[in-house]
């Protein structure tokens, strides 16, 4: 099984609200990521968990807070969005493999509305 | 760091002929190249991926192909079938030799198979 599960589908949320997405996996992978992906391009990196400790923010406003409760589960806590965060945000996880990649599974994503 | 240059951004081909997206990456410290299928609406689903150590890999209709020398992969797509329409990410890890190599992906290839 490769399944990650992000919840929930779609956000809308003002400027002013504070609401998490929320992404779950249970293949044991140690490696949990966020990314960002607009419309027409790639994902981009934002964070990067290995063994529940953040070890790469790429340089993310502080609007966005990343939190890892425990090897399965992955939030990121939004705050004062503006609408150009309006985005699809991607969950991902995968094994940690010393020195190389490896695969990467993602899941469905958050359509996140920024209002 | 790594760069990833995918070609071509658009590829429209008749039902049953062959598709053939190429990337070419920066970084010879690469060592793994995926490559994803993104439907509308969904998060980007591997299909089939290889290591450096490898020169093609092969999965019924789809195989890649690596030339460590040129630094080109490819993703060839065969008896092409409408459901094949999405868009496609070739990404390549930047092998930076952490604990888990990030993935760089290319700009992506909107896929259009006619019936």
């Known amino acids: 099984d490769t399944e990650v599960t992000q919840t929930p589908k779609h956000l809308v949320m003002g400027m002013t609200n504070k609401k998490s997405l929320k992404c779950e996996q249970h293949?044991?992978?140690?490696?949990m990521y966020w990314y960002k992906q607009k419309a027409k391009k790639p994902p981009e990196l934002m964070f990067v968990y290995s063994y529940e400790k953040l070890s790469i923010n790429e340089s993310v406003p502080s609007r966005f807070s990343p939190e890892c409760p425990n090897s399965s589960l992955l939030n990121l806590h939004l705050h004062a969005l503006q609408p150009e965060d309006s985005a699809l945000y991607l969950c991902?996880?995968?094994?940690?493999?010393?020195?190389?990649?490896?695969?990467?599974?993602f899941g469905p994503g958050t359509r996140l509305t920024v209002t | 760091g790594e760069n990833v240059e995918q070609h071509p951004s658009t590829l429209s081909v008749q039902e049953g002929d062959s598709a053939v997206i190429k990337c070419t990456y920066s970084?010879?410290?690469?060592?793994?190249f995926p490559w994803y299928k993104q439907e509308l609406g969904k998060g980007p689903q591997l299909i089939i991926d290889?290591?450096?150590?490898?020169g093609e890999k092969k999965d019924q209709r789809i195989a890649v192909t690596l030339n460590k020398t040129a630094k080109h992969f490819s993703l060839h797509i065969t008896e092409t079938q409408p459901e094949d329409s999405a868009v496609y990410f070739c990404a390549a890890s930047d092998g930076y030799g952490g604990s888990q190599g990030n993935l760089i992906f290319g700009k992506g290839t909107k896929l259009s198979v006619k019936p």
């Open positions: 290889i290591r450096s150590n490898v």
């Open positions: 293949m044991g992978h140690r490696a």
């Open positions: 991902a996880s995968s094994q940690v493999l010393p020195g190389t990649g490896g695969p990467q599974y």
């Open positions: 970084d010879s410290a690469s060592n793994y």
